[in-house]
Every structure is written in structure tokens, then in C-alpha cells.
């Protein structure tokens, strides 16, 4: 009897760990490494238009999109796992978000206009509408990584627009209080990551809207990177 039960049980310890391993994998060190990247691309933007100016920020947004449009095909390669397509989805739409908030560096600024608005809107209502019968895994974190972006962009964008146009409201201590919720938001996913999640898909999505969390942070108490 006992024989037989050792088996079982290093069978639950190995998945314990296993486990364990993708919690602090995919719910940590994911969202980690994507604000590193995120960080990283803004940093460069600056001395890449110093040194070179425009033609260098244009190549540059270039090389950017080739790898976004390289990932996004690799999200959707059946031989890949499906947490495999998933990481490349995730790269895929913080590199096209990356693109997409510097092509404000190339030309006229139309991110945070009505145009942007509109296009934002736009890809929203497109992914919506295909998300549940024809969007692949992959492609949904793309979606959602380049919406989550653009969306917390465009948010801290007209909120500090509102806060300009009413001097007054910035004694309220509007950001403080925007950056404890996003605090305690970040901390409950971290938490249900831990002790809710069941699979590595559920962890990576936790981890993704970690990452969302992390840069609202670095945003409101850092302020913009570039």
C-alpha cells in the first residue's frame, strides 16, 4: 500500500513544482521582462533622433514592425504550443504598440487626436466582433497587448488634458489616487495568479494585464520615458 502511494505522491510534488515554476515564470518574470522592453524601446528613441534624426527614428520603426509582423505570424503556427503562440502574440503587440507610439516621433502627432481616437475605436470594435469565432489564441493576446497599450495611452493622455483645463482639480491629487488603485489592481492579479490560476495561459494573461499595471505606474509617478 504505502508502495504504491509513493508514486502518487512524487507525481503531486512534481506538478507542485512545476507549477509553482510557472506562477513565478509567466505571472512574474513575463510582465518583468515586457516592461524591460518597453522601457528599453522608449529609451532609444531619443538618441536614435539625436544622432541620426528622422531617417534613423523611420529605420528604426521599421526593424521594430518587422519584428512585430514576424511575431504575429509565428502566433498563429499550429506546430507552436499554445503557450508558445501566446508568448508571441504578447511580444507581437507591445512591438506593434511600440511602432505605433513612435510613429508620433516620425510625423504629425495624431496619436492622441480625434484620428487616433477613432482608429483605436476602430481596431476595438474589429477585434470585439471577430474575438470569439475567428481570432486564434495568439492573435487574441496580439490584440490585447496593442489595445491595453493604446487604451492606457489614451487614458492618462485626456486625463491630464481634463486636469489642464481645471487647474483646481490637481490639489484633489488626482494621479496619487489613479496610481494606489492601478497599485492595488497590479497586486490582485499578482495574488490570483498565485492562488486561482490553473493553467499557463490563464497566468500569461494575468501577466499580461500586470505588465499593462506596471507601465500605468512608471507613467503616472515617472512620468512619460521619452
Not at 531617417?55 to 505570424?73: D, H, K, N, R, S
Not at 504550443?81 to 504598440?97: H, P, Q
Not at 495611452?153 to 490639489?171: Q, V
Not at 494606489?180 to 493553467?199: D, H, M
Amino acid at each position: 500500500m504505502i508502495a504504491s502511494e509513493e508514486p502518487r505522491y512524487q507525481k503531486i510534488t512534481m506538478d507542485s513544482k512545476v507549477d509553482l515554476r510557472s506562477k513565478l515564470v509567466d505571472g512574474v518574470l513575463t510582465p518583468l521582462v515586457l516592461v524591460l522592453i518597453s522601457v528599453l524601446l522608449a529609451l532609444l528613441i531619443r538618441p536614435i533622433e539625436i544622432i541620426f534624426q528622422r531617417p534613423g527614428l523611420f529605420i528604426y520603426t521599421t526593424v521594430l514592425l518587422a519584428f512585430a509582423i514576424m511575431a504575429l505570424e509565428r502566433c498563429v503556427v499550429p506546430r507552436y504550443s499554445e503557450v508558445g503562440r501566446a508568448c508571441w502574440g504578447i511580444v507581437g503587440g507591445v512591438l506593434t504598440w511600440g511602432v505605433i507610439e513612435m510613429s508620433n516621433f516620425i510625423g504629425v502627432q495624431g496619436l492622441t487626436s480625434e484620428t487616433g481616437m477613432v482608429s483605436m475605436a476602430l481596431v476595438g470594435l474589429i477585434v470585439g466582433v471577430l474575438w470569439r469565432k475567428v481570432l486564434p489564441l495568439g492573435v487574441k493576446f496580439f490584440a490585447v497587448a496593442l489595445l491595453g497599450g493604446w487604451i492606457g495611452h489614451m487614458g492618462l493622455y485626456y486625463t491630464d488634458l481634463i486636469l489642464n483645463m481645471n487647474p483646481a482639480s490637481s490639489t484633489i491629487g488626482v494621479y496619487p489616487i489613479m496610481g494606489i488603485v492601478i497599485a492595488g489592481i497590479g497586486v490582485i492579479i499578482l495574488l490570483w495568479n498565485f492562488f486561482q490560476s490553473k493553467t499557463r495561459i490563464t497566468r500569461l494573461w494575468g501577466g499580461m494585464f500586470l505588465w499593462m499595471c506596471l507601465m500605468l505606474l512608471i507613467y503616472i509617478f515617472r512620468g512619460m520615458i521619452v
